[in-house]
C-alpha cells in the first residue's frame, strides 16, 4: 500500500518509535540520577532521587549541634526544596530534548492546569462526560 496518506502515517509512526526510545533511555538515566546542594552555609548537603525523594543528608560540620532547632529545621527544610528543585529542572531539561512543544517545567511543577491546556488542543472533547468515547451502534449486542 503506497500514497501520501500511508508514508505520512509510516513517518509519524517512525517518529513516535524514535521518540519512545529516548523517553525509555532517558528514564534509565533518571533511575540512578541524584542531585546534590549543600547549604549556604556549607553545613548540610541533601541528595534527592530525579523524583524528588530524599536520599541522603549529610551534616558537613558539628556546627548543627548547637544550633536552635528552629534554624536547623529551616535550613534543612531550604535544602531540600532546592535540591527538589534542581532535580525537577534536569528532568524538565532532559525531556525538553524529546518533547520541546510542551511546558515540561510548568506541567511538572503544577502551574499549568492540564485539562484547560487538553480542552485548547482537542475543543470539541468533553473529557469528563460520558459522550467523549461514543459508544458504536450495536456494541453491547453479543
Known amino acids: 500500500m503506497t500514497g501520501p496518506i500511508y508514508d505520512q502515517i509510516e513517518q509519524r509512526t517512525a517518529e513516535f518509535r524514535r ?4 523517553i525509555a533511555d532517558i528514564e534509565r538515566q533518571l533511575e540512578a540520577a541524584q542531585t ?20 541522603d543528608i549529610k551534616f558537613r560540620t558539628e556546627s ?12 534543612l527544610v531550604e535544602t531540600i526544596k532546592e535540591a ?3 532535580a525537577l529542572a534536569t528532568v524538565a531539561e532532559m525531556f525538553q530534548v524529546v518533547l520541546p512543544d510542551l511546558p515540561l517545567m510548568e ?3 503544577g502551574k499549568i492546569d492540564l ?28
Do not use: C, F
Open 107 to 109: 506541567m511538572m511543577s
Open 36 to 55: 546534590t546542594v549543600t547549604s549556604k552555609n556549607r553545613m548540610i548537603s541533601v541528595a534527592v532521587s530525579s523524583r524528588g525523594e530524599v536520599m
Open 64 to 75: 548543627y549541634r548547637t544550633m536552635p532547632g528552629a534554624e536547623l529545621s529551616q535550613l
Open 115 to 142: 485539562d484547560a491546556m487538553m480542552s485548547k488542543v482537542i475543543p470539541d472533547v468533553d473529557v469528563d462526560g460520558p459522550a467523549a468515547y461514543p459508544r458504536a451502534e450495536g456494541a453491547d449486542r453479543g
Open 19 to 22: 521518540k519512545r526510545g529516548q
Open 84 to 86: 527538589r528543585q534542581q
